[in-house]
Each structure stands twice: as structure tokens, then as C-alpha cells.
T-cell receptor
Framework: GAGVSQSPSNKVTEKGKDVELRCDPISGHTALYWYRQSLGQGLEFLIYFQGNSAPDKSGLPSDRFSAERTGGSVSTLTIQRTQQEDSAVYLC????????????FGNGTRLTVT | AQKITQTQPGMFVQEKEAVTLDCTYDTSDQSYGLFWYKQPSSGEMIFLIYQGSYDEQNATEGRYSLNFQKARKSANLVISASQLGDSAMYFCAMRERDRDDKIIFGKGTRLHILP
């Protein structure tokens, strides 16, 4: 596709359930980033991938959060045993290699934990 | 410690006036890049402008320009001749090349353009 695609666009889940959020980056983009944005707040860095490896996982809030990327393309962010404080918009972005390369963002997944 | 600081949580500006959105950053890297993004109420993230740490001239893109003061570690966004459509959240971000290209964002400034 032409842009970064995220699915689902909206997800409502019950507290304690696991959820999977998917990101399909722009073809050829080697870097992929996950951010979390709570209502009216800034973007909280979660994790990023260079190819299939994740040099920096420091932003993951707890061990309930994990992410993987396969084939240097699609990435999945998994949240286990969801809590109400996990409710937020999860944004994925990709970029090509190079310092000037900007991030191209998807439209996000709005997660609501009830 | 915050790496990107945007001190203005909200600003109100009259249409057609110029506006400056502040951004200061903290890094020990010599090579880094600074980005500004716009997020309208629709939620999409729109890339506006980029400044590299080694760029000698301030970046410009149409009505957007970046007032880059390296010694002060500041990268303020200037919007000339503001329009109603400029009302949005604006985020400053930094890519630290010595940190494996991790990109971090400030908390943002909400800009309101008044008719």
C-alpha cells in the first residue's frame, strides 16, 4: 500500500484479555517504530525495529508488552492481561534509512480496556 | 530527564500573524536530527520540517521555518502568516544517531488560530 497501515483501527477489550495490534509499514522502509499516545498527551516511545531486530526496547511499560517484526515488514505489538491504564492510541510509524528520513505514521489503533 | 522540552502547552494566535513554537533538546551526541510534526484534531501525524545538527542553514519549507540555535540546543518552529487550518497540536522530535536512530517526541504545543 501507499502508506502505513494499522489494524484494527479500534479495539475494545475487557480487562485481563490479551490484544494484538498490527502494523504494515511502507514497502522498503527498514525502520519501524511504536508509540503510545494517551488522550491529549504527547507520544510515548515504546520500541523500534531496524529490520527484524529491536535495538531499543526500553520504552515498553512492563513485561506485559512485547513486539515482534518478521521478514523486515509487518510488526505486531502484543499486550497481555490488559489493564485500564493501557487505554490509548497506539501509533506505528516507519522510515527509510538515513538521518533526514522522516517518520511516516499510520492512523493508529484506539485501544479501550473496559 | 526530559530530552525534548516544549514549554508552551497551549497558544492562541490571531490569524495572519506569525507564531513561534518553542523546542529545546538535550543530547550529548554530535550527530542528530530534529523534526516537527503537526497533529490536527483528526489525529493524523503530518511531517513538517527537518533540521540536521550539521546543517549550516536554518531549514525552511513554505510557511514553516526552523530557528535552529545549536549552542542553546533550541529548534523553534516559526509559522508565518498563520491560517485557521494551522490550529493543531505540534510536536518536536529528535533522532539521536548515536542511539541507533531512536526518535523521541516532546509533549507538544496546542496551537489555536483565532479568526
Amino acid at each position: 500500500g501507499a502508506g502505513v497501515s494499522q489494524s484494527p483501527s479500534n479495539k475494545v477489550t475487557e480487562k485481563g484479555k490479551d490484544v494484538e495490534l498490527r502494523c504494515d509499514p511502507i514497502s522498503g522502509h527498514t525502520a519501524l517504530y511504536w508509540y503510545r499516545q494517551s488522550l491529549g498527551q504527547g507520544l510515548e516511545f515504546l520500541i523500534y525495529f531496524q529490520g527484524n531486530s529491536a535495538p531499543d526496547k526500553s520504552g515498553l511499560p512492563s513485561d506485559r508488552f512485547s513486539a515482534e517484526r518478521t521478514g523486515g515488514s509487518v510488526s505486531t505489538l502484543t499486550i497481555q492481561r490488559t489493564q485500564q491504564e493501557d487505554s490509548a492510541v497506539y501509533l506505528c510509524a516507519s522510515s527509510s534509512t538515513g538521518g533526514k528520513s522522516p517518520l511516516h505514521f499510520g492512523n493508529g489503533t484506539r485501544l479501550t480496556v473496559t | 530527564a526530559q530530552k525534548i522540552t516544549q514549554t508552551q502547552p497551549g497558544m492562541f494566535v490571531q490569524e495572519k500573524e506569525a507564531v513561534t513554537l518553542d523546542c529545546t533538546y538535550d543530547t550529548s551526541d554530535q550527530s542528530y536530527g530534529l523534526f516537527w510534526y503537526k497533529q490536527p484534531s483528526s489525529g493524523e501525524m503530518i511531517f513538517l520540517i527537518y533540521q540536521g545538527s550539521y546543517d549550516e542553514q536554518n531549514a525552511t519549507e513554505g510557511r514553516y521555518s526552523l530557528n535552529f540555535q545549536k549552542a542553546r540546543k533550541s529548534a523553534n518552529l516559526v509559522i508565518s502568516a498563520s491560517q485557521l487550518g494551522d490550529s493543531a497540536m505540534y510536536f518536536c522530535a529528535m533522532r539521536e544517531r548515536d542511539r541507533d536512530d531512536k526518535i523521541i517526541f516532546g509533549k507538544g504545543t496546542r496551537l489555536h488560530i483565532l479568526p
